[in-house]
């Protein structure tokens, strides 16, 4: 069974950095592409990108390019969001997914980490 | 970037009607198009993928058509758990992007 576990919720600063989890089991992480998207709380669901880690190509949402890294440690099947400067607008649920090889669709979702940025 | 633009956004229909949601995209995607359905305080679920296939264990009175630019997600026999929001997405180029979504009232 597919299982993607994220951390929990968090509250930050303004300016300060964060980076959240997401530890996937039931499937072989290192050639399955795992991705994030956010959704502002009461709004819908953004792409924001997406990393295949065998060999951590990575690619971005224009919204999220330079604001964002996403990464993955093989030994733990874990992938990582980090923030580099949280602004209030990065307020969100953050879900991590797996895609389906073939289509790309997201196939299993993550339980969503929330993150509160308040100063 | 692929702007997928959703319609309604927003639909109340009675139990057992029928209800169509339809996603334009600014360019073809081919049939790489995919639905999720999102309930309250829950995670999406994928319910279609490439435009028409079914998922397992999703009811068949969910169904999706379409190629190219214009696609929609048919459900039939609505029931009271139906309601919820749902989501286009496509994958046919980076980056990939979602629709705005439709909220469902039943």
């Known amino acids: 069974e597919v299982q993607l576990v994220q951390s929990e919720a968090e509250v930050k600063k303004p300016g300060e950095s964060l980076r959240i989890s997401c530890t996937a089991s039931?499937?072989?992480?290192?050639?399955?592409?795992i991705g994030w998207v956010r959704q502002v709380p009461g709004k819908g669901l953004e792409w924001m990108g997406i990393?295949?880690?065998?060999?951590?190509?990575?690619r971005y949402g224009p919204s999220f390019q330079g604001h964002v890294a996403i990464s993955a440690d093989k030994s733990s099947s874990t992938a990582y969001l980090h923030f580099h400067s949280l602004k209030a607008s990065d307020i969100a649920i953050y879900y991590c997914?797996?895609?389906?090889?073939?289509?790309?669709?997201?196939?299993?979702w993550g339980r969503g980490t929330l993150v509160t940025v308040s100063s | 970037e692929i702007v997928l633009t959703q319609s309604p956004d927003f639909q109340s229909v009675a139990p057992k009607e029928t209800v169509t949601i339809t996603c334009r995209a600014s360019?073809?995607?081919?049939?790489?198009l995919h639905w999720y359905q999102q309930k309250p305080n829950q995670s999406p679920k994928l319910l279609i993928k490439?435009?028409?296939q079914s998922i397992s264990g999703v009811p068949s009175r969910f169904r999706g058509s379409g190629s190219g630019t214009d696609f929609t997600l048919t459900i039939t026999s609505l029931e009271a758990e139906d309601a919820a929001a749902y989501y286009c997405?496509?994958?046919?180029?980076?980056?990939?992007?979602f629709g705005q979504g439709t909220k469902l009232e039943i």
């Open positions: 997914v797996t895609l389906d090889g073939q289509t790309a669709a997201a196939l299993y």
């Open positions: 039931g499937y072989f992480f290192s050639t399955s592409f």
């Open positions: 990393i295949f880690p065998a060999d951590s190509d990575t």
């Open positions: 360019q073809s995607v081919a049939s790489s």
């Open positions: 490439d435009a028409s």
């Open positions: 997405h496509q994958t046919s180029s980076l980056p990939h992007s």
